[in-house]
């Protein structure tokens, strides 16, 4: 990539060369290459079945390639590389919200002064502070996701994971946690890699948004998106650049939702 | 009366209603044992029934009384009580952790289901010949027994516990780098906690059955032995004690289950 020439440019923190995943006979993904820069909200299009999840999935180490590599340049010595936020109901309902978040960490073995100040600041950050001992069942979904987002960031992974996150939540949560989840990620702008199938919530999110074809999956087109941060949900969306920028998308995504279709 | 007032009208009776019936249901639950008792009495006294066989409640509850006061009773009742512990502890523990294992990972599955599938339709009352021929007449063998009878359900129910935990818990504890005893303690264990709280109440009726045919044979000392010895002697009375007293522990393990059930699955919208 040539922003990586430029001084003062960003380095590369996710390289992805040459990625192919068999199922079988099924080619889920299909020779993927890809640099994301550190600090990147890179965001991952594409029609239903185009195998971004798959690909999260490997980057989380929960898949195995086919062929291929995934590097991720200069992990910091006892940082976990990667933390994923899953879709749907990923919390643990026979943990409290605190043991939730905590789980990351302890995993780990975190000293105990450390997991107290992450989880501390990250529920606060989240909102959960109130909700610290309750468990998952009295919460409502969008605040279990919150727990997860938390979950996540309390890690402190070198990179996050985000597949579709929101995705089984009502369109009011949704705008809210997408709020949320950018106000959180201003304060130290971790790479985030973050799986959708909304383009709104690409564009709203994303400073570069890839768009994969169906089955196989393939890059189709990296777009940049150029809107300035901090970025406001709402008013973005009245804004006349968005609307090109999520026009520009459909039109690549078009024809692949139309094949994925007639597939 | 507005249409609010009579809204409310109803309801009031709809309730009130409900609530009688509810004091009904539970007035005849007691009068039904009751009532037995009393016909019972009424006929052993009138000569009705064969009083060598159906001694009169009274005198049954005179027996418990006495039995209770000399300390027999006291003293067999905890040695079941105490063989039935450390039954639990020895077969339930191996049971979880085997249970779980094989929950967690297919090769433990493809070892030891086999075995558990070949051996859990032998009725283990059939197998206390061997149990006596192997661990003696001492208190070995009875905590075998329960040992045994706990084992098959607790182990059973484990495996199908962590079966039906939600492939994305897994996910997560290998996305978050669990160890394997990480997601053995953090989630199989806890994920699997209903299913292990059903066999655990499955083991406990298994017990008290085991238990009772254990200490008849090979015992002399426990409510079994009591059971049998009063049969021996023609205690008649005393047999009914035994039985009366075998019950109520039934019933108050199965209280004391429930409540631990409740505090263990507490985090169930549900419990």
Redesign the interface.
């Known amino acids: 990539m040539p922003a990586t020439e430029r001084a003062g440019a960003r380095h590369v923190k996710i390289r992805i060369e040459n990625l192919t995943k068999r199922f079988r006979a099924l080619t889920a993904i299909d020779d993927v290459s890809l640099d994301i820069e550190e600090g990147t909200f890179f965001a991952i299009v594409g029609p239903s079945g185009c195998g971004k999840t798959t690909l999260l999935r490997i980057l989380g180490g929960l898949d195995a390639v086919t062929s291929g590599a995934i590097e991720i340049t200069d992990p910091a010595p006892g940082r976990p590389k990667y933390s994923m936020v899953f879709q749907g109901d990923s919390i643990f309902p026979w943990m409290t919200v605190w043991d939730n978040a905590a789980y990351g960490l302890r995993m780990r073995k975190a000293p105990q002064d450390k997991i107290n100040e992450a989880v501390t600041r990250y529920l606060e950050r989240t909102g959960l502070t109130r909700f610290a001992h309750h468990y998952p069942h009295q919460l409502s979904g969008g605040m279990r996701q919150r727990v997860s987002i938390a979950r996540a960031f309390a890690n402190d992974p070198e990179v996050l994971l985000m597949d579709e996150p929101f995705s089984a939540l009502d369109e009011q949560n949704r705008t809210i946690l997408q709020q949320e989840l950018l106000r959180i990620w201003e304060v130290d702008k971790k790479t985030v890699v973050f799986i959708t199938h909304s383009v709104d919530e690409a564009v709203t999110l994303a400073d570069k948004i890839m768009v994969m074809t169906a089955c196989p999956g393939r890059a189709k087109t990296v777009i940049d998106v150029s809107l300035e941060r901090p970025r406001n949900v709402l008013e973005l969306r009245n804004d006349p650049r968005y609307g090109h920028i999520v026009y520009t998308i459909w039109g690549h995504l078009k024809d692949e939702v139309e094949r994925a279709r007639s597939v | 009366m507005s249409t609010t007032d009579l809204a409310e009208a109803g309801k009031d009776i709809g309730e009130e209603a409900r609530l009688a019936a509810r004091r009904r249901d539970r007035i005849l639950s007691i009068a039904s044992p009751l009532g037995l008792l009393l016909a019972w009495e009424f006929a052993a006294r009138a000569g009705l029934i064969d009083v060598r066989f159906f001694p009169a409640p009274s005198a049954i509850i005179l027996k418990l009384i006495e039995m209770g006061q000399s300390g027999e009773l006291t003293d067999n009742v905890l040695i079941s009580l105490e063989r039935i512990a450390l039954g639990f502890l020895l077969g339930g523990v191996p049971a979880i952790l085997i249970g779980i294992a094989m929950g967690l990972w297919r090769p433990v599955r493809a070892i030891v289901d086999p075995l558990i599938v070949a051996t859990y339709p032998i009725p283990k009352s059939s197998l206390l010949p061997l149990i006596l021929l192997i661990f003696g007449l001492g208190e070995m063998s009875k905590i075998m027994m329960v040992a045994i009878g706990v084992f098959y359900p607790m182990a059973i129910n484990a495996t199908a516990g962590v079966l039906q935990i939600n492939q994305?818990?897994l996910?997560?504890?290998?996305?978050?780098?669990?160890?394997p005893w990480?997601m053995f303690r953090?989630?199989a264990l806890?994920?699997a906690?209903p299913f292990i709280m059903t066999g655990v109440k499955l083991g406990a009726g298994l017990a008290l059955i085991l238990i009772a045919i254990a200490e008849m044979v090979g015992a002399k000392s426990g409510i079994g032995y009591m059971i049998w010895s009063a049969w021996e002697t023609f205690a008649v009375a005393k047999m009914y004690v035994g039985l009366f007293v075998i019950a109520l522990i039934g019933f108050a393990i199965s209280l004391l289950l429930n409540e631990v059930e409740r505090w263990v699955?507490?985090?169930?919208?549900d419990a």
Do not use: E, Q
């Open positions: 994305i818990y996910d997560v504890g290998k996305s978050f780098k669990a160890s990480d953090t989630i806890p994920g906690l699955i507490r985090w169930k919208a």
